[in-house]
């Protein structure tokens, strides 16, 4: 069964920091393109991260200069390391894959509280 797991969740204050985890199970190329997205509560979904097969990286605006998203291949793991957070990082947060197609995580839950 191919999928995508998040971990590395929780809750944090203002100016901490968190690494998420995107971890891929079942076909390895899965998490060769990862993209890491963000949905705070009545707020649409927005592109955080990229890490592509190259190990090319793209940032949305918001979070450059604070995250970092790199891979280990042997591990067929993506991390997303977030420093100096802010009360508005929080949201879900979910990876997916470029390479296949509808293959999405469950999520992992960031809260920064001010």
């Known amino acids: 069964q191919v999928q995508l797991v998040e971990s590395g969740g929780g809750s944090v204050q203002a100016g901490g920091s968190l690494r998420l985890s995107c971890a891929g199970y079942?076909?390895?190329?899965?998490?060769?393109?990862i993209r890491w997205y963000r949905q705070a509560p009545g707020e649409e979904r927005e592109f955080v991260a990229r890490?592509?097969?190259?190990?090319?990286?793209t940032y949305a605006d918001s979070v450059k200069g604070r995250f970092t998203i790199s891979r280990d291949n042997a591990k067929n793991t993506v991390y997303l390391q977030m420093n100096s957070l802010k009360s508005e990082d929080t949201a879900m947060y979910t990876c997916?894959?470029?390479?296949?197609?509808?293959?999405w995580g469950q999520g992992t839950q960031v809260t920064v509280s001010s």
């Open positions: 079942g076909y390895a190329h899965c998490t060769y393109d």
């Open positions: 890490i592509d097969s190259d190990s090319s990286t």
């Open positions: 997916t894959s470029g390479r296949c197609p509808g293959l």
